[in-house]
C-alpha cells in the first residue's frame, strides 16, 4: 500500500528567502507525481505536474523534482512572498490510484 | 473560463437527512472522482467514475451514493447512513488515463446539526 509522507507539516520562513518543501512516497511504480495549493477553506489548485518519466518541472519560481528510486520530491520555491502561505500537498499517482499527503502548511513571515 | 463548479458551497443537515451535492465541469474530462478531507487526514476517495454511466467505489464509499447520467456532472449524496458525514467535499476531474492531470473545484463544507 502506497504511503505519502509530508514533512514537517508546517514551516514559517521569511520574505524573500527561497524554501524546499518535501514529499516522499514508499512504492516507486508511480506514473506521476503532482504537487497542489490550497488556501484556507478552498479548493486544491495544481501547481506541477511530473510524469513518472521526467526528473523535474518548472513554473515561474517553482520547482518540482522527482527521484523515483529514493521515493522522494521536492517542490523548490525560489523568493518566497507573502501570498505563497498556504498549505502544499503532493499526491502520487500508482496503478488507478492517487495517495494524497497531508500537506505542509507555508507561512511566509513579511 | 473552463473549471469545475461545486455546489453549494456551505450546507447544513439536520441528521437522518440525505442531501446532494453538485459537481459540473467544462473541460471535457471523462474522468471525474469525489473526495473528502478532514483536518488532519490525506484526502480519500469516495467514488470515481471514468465514463459516462460507470462509477466505481473508493475507499470510503459507505454511506454515499453518485450517479453519472451525463460527461459533465456527477452528483453526490450523503445519506443518513454515513455515521460521520461533517467535512469538507472536493471534486475533481481528469482525462482518464494514468497520466492525467488532476483539476479540483472549489469545495463543499457540510455541517451536520
Known amino acids: 500500500k502506497q504511503e505519502v509522507t509530508q514533512i514537517p507539516a508546517a514551516l514559517s520562513v521569511p520574505e524573500g528567502e527561497n524554501l524546499v518543501l518535501n514529499c516522499s512516497f514508499t512504492d516507486s511504480a508511480i506514473y506521476n507525481l503532482q504537487w497542489f495549493r490550497q488556501d484556507p477553506g478552498k479548493g486544491l489548485t495544481s501547481l506541477l505536474l511530473i510524469q513518472s518519466s521526467q526528473r523535474e518541472q518548472t513554473s515561474g519560481r517553482l520547482n518540482a523534482s522527482l527521484d523515483k528510486s529514493s521515493g522522494r520530491s521536492t517542490l523548490y520555491i525560489a523568493a518566497s512572498q507573502p501570498g505563497d502561505s498556504a498549505t502544499y500537498l503532493c499526491?502520487?499517482?500508482?496503478?488507478?490510484?492517487?495517495?494524497f499527503g497531508t500537506g505542509t502548511r507555508l507561512t511566509i513571515i513579511p | 473560463d473552463g473549471g469545475i463548479t461545486q455546489s453549494p458551497k456551505y450546507l447544513f443537515r439536520k441528521e437522518g437527512q440525505n442531501v446532494t451535492l453538485s459537481c459540473e465541469q467544462n473541460?471535457?474530462?471523462?474522468?471525474m472522482y469525489w473526495y473528502r478531507q478532514d483536518p488532519g487526514q490525506g484526502l480519500r476517495l469516495i467514488y470515481y467514475?471514468?465514463?459516462?454511466?460507470?462509477?466505481q467505489k473508493g475507499d470510503i464509499a459507505e454511506g454515499y451514493s453518485v450517479s453519472r447520467e451525463k460527461k459533465e456532472s456527477f452528483p453526490l449524496t450523503v445519506t443518513s447512513a454515513q455515521k460521520n458525514p461533517t467535512a469538507f467535499y472536493l471534486c475533481?476531474?481528469?482525462?482518464?488515463?494514468?497520466?492525467?492531470?488532476?483539476?479540483f473545484g472549489e469545495g463543499s463544507r457540510l455541517t451536520v446539526l
Open positions: 467514475s471514468q465514463i459516462v454511466n460507470d462509477f
Open positions: 475533481a476531474s481528469s482525462i482518464p488515463t494514468n497520466t492525467g492531470e488532476l483539476f
Open positions: 499526491a502520487v499517482r500508482g496503478n488507478e490510484k492517487l495517495t
Open positions: 473541460l471535457n474530462h471523462d474522468a
